[in-house]
């Protein structure tokens, strides 16, 4: 963030450092629109919410995995895979050079995850990743967005990128390779997952892919997963006394959780009317695609591993549990390229490049909160944060307790989840707080968006 002498508009509508009266007038009204819009969720997500599918992990399921688990760690955890040989050799080096290869950036990430699903709709887990990465890029590239650079120091606005793009590779690096067994098994008829200690695999998932190799359980492996690339994060990012002293712990981020910020939207398209328009959207055509409606969740506790847990279950009874859910966001997934930008989604509020000389919403723009002029701005991925390499991976297996298998339980889909309006008023709070930061800014100076 750079300062500059005033004279141009700033977030209030007005000339100089701080918004003038009409400015913070119009920001009140907005808020309190806000505040009384979150109660209309309720009933849209009702329309959402029917019809309703079965989705549900039994209680004997659990027991059997903890059993499971516990016969595996009596055994033995699982030994070095180095003296694989022959073909096995050569599958492995493989796979590791695609997880490699994919694992580059947020964009490759999360179009990689659509990629395996569309080939294998089975894997819902692969779906619910793809869009949920899909959220890790729009924050990410909120770090240079509209907002974020006027209220955050320009360390901490690396410090925060990098927690975020840990936290995307590692569950990447993990994941993917799970992924890829699991296709190669498909090509050749027989089960591959006694590979998975070649790739770093907790033993912890071993069990619940050789059930989905004979049961194809869905929901069962979704959950599995969901617990191990939580448990993957802990350990070297959540409890990592780096970035639990300068991100988890300062008042930024403390202050998202009590504005209800840390905000995962899908955004659900309008579902295709029949195979070619939907390889047309695929293809890119514009379709005359508006703002989309929204669906998601507001996660409490980044830090709690209990939570984050049961917001990624939750996440997915809603993606799974609500077919309307479920095929508007395969729309979208399907439609609309991952760029990073929030202008994926809502094209008519977000600009991936706002034109030299306008940096912010005119003032009708900020009054509505959206329109076709003066957007606000939200770049892609490219343009934000080049690549930067992994560090290695970090051996050791995070299971050490075989009860971890009681978090497979209590799957059941939100009853509040249309995210719409609360979405556009976590970008009002956003704003509310560069207004009152540019308020205090000393006499003569203002933060600038450019």
Known sequence: MRREPSGRHDAGGASGRSPDAAGWARMARRLTEGFAAKAGGVWDSLQLASPRAELRIRRETAHWAEEALRERMLRGMRG???????????LVRRIREETEKHNRNNITRTAAYLAMFRAYPELHWALLAHLVSRNGGW?????????????????????????????????????????????????????????????????????FWERFWIDRDAPLLTV????NEQHVIEGRVVRDPAYRSTVLSSLPFLSQRWLQLNQVVFPLAAPPENEAEDESRHKGVDLGRADSRLSGRVLERFD??????AFGKSLYAMLFA?????????????????????????????????????????????????????????????????????????????????????YLLGLRPPLVFEMTREHAFGQRKLQAAVMTKLALLPDGERASFD
């Open 80 to 90: 070095e895979s180095s003296d694989w040989e022959g073909t096995i050799a050569e």
């Open 139 to 207: 924050s990410m590239t909120d770090l240079k967005g509209q907002w974020l650079p006027t209220l955050l120091a320009p360390d901490a606005v690396e410090t925060i990128f990098a927690m975020l793009e840990a936290c995307n590779a590692l569950i990447f690096r993990d994941a993917y390779p799970q992924l890829l067994l699991y296709a190669e098994s498909r090509r050749s008829g027989q089960s591959r997952f006694g590979l998975l200690p070649a790739f770093g695999v907790s033993a912890f998932m071993t069990p």
């Open 224 to 227: 599995a997963l969901i617990v």
């Open 304 to 309: 709690d591993i209990r939570e984050r847990i």
């Open 322 to 406: 609500y077919p309307k859910v479920n095929e508007g966001a395969v729309a979208f997934a399907k439609a609309v390229p991952h760029t990073g930008s929030r202008a994926d989604y809502w094209p008519r509020v977000f600009a991936a490049a706002t034109p030299i000389g306008d940096a912010r919403p005119s003032a009708t723009v900020r009054q509505a909160g959206w329109g076709q002029q003066g957007r606000w701005r939200s770049p892609a991925h490219a343009a934000s944060w080049p690549d930067r390499p992994l560090a290695p991976p970090t051996p050791g297996d995070w299971l050490t307790d075989p009860s971890a298998a009681r």
